[in-house]
């Protein structure tokens, strides 16, 4: 797979970064579809009004793993690095587990059930 798909001026528009937002529209589509086959239209809102901290938090989480978990070595020696994630370095368990602590906290806010939501997700989840 080639790391760039082309070019816009001089913004590189990479395949790895395409192919995950592609895989997590495509996982948000699906949870819509489930929420509206299995009856529970009044879900698709939270479940739009999640999506965006899914992804920040899901950012944000494969980021800390990364750093903390996998170079922390290499990150105490270059703090500066720790931000600059079009450099790489984001790990899936990370991104998992970010996502899921905003979902939590979310649920909990809105006072949803978190096993209703998690068994719409689960699918999704799998696919993104």
Known sequence: MH???????DFPIRAYGTTIALAFILAAGVTIFLA???GKE?????ILDLSPLLILGGIIGARFWQVFFFEWPYYSQNPQEIIALWHGGLSIQ????????????YIKRKKLSFWSMADLFAPGLVLG
């Open 3 to 9: 790391q760039y798909w082309f070019f816009i001026g």
């Open 36 to 38: 509206k086959v299995e």
């Open 42 to 46: 009044e879900l698709i809102v939270h």
């Open 94 to 105: 990370g991104g998992i587990a970010g996502a899921l602590i905003v979902a939590v906290i």
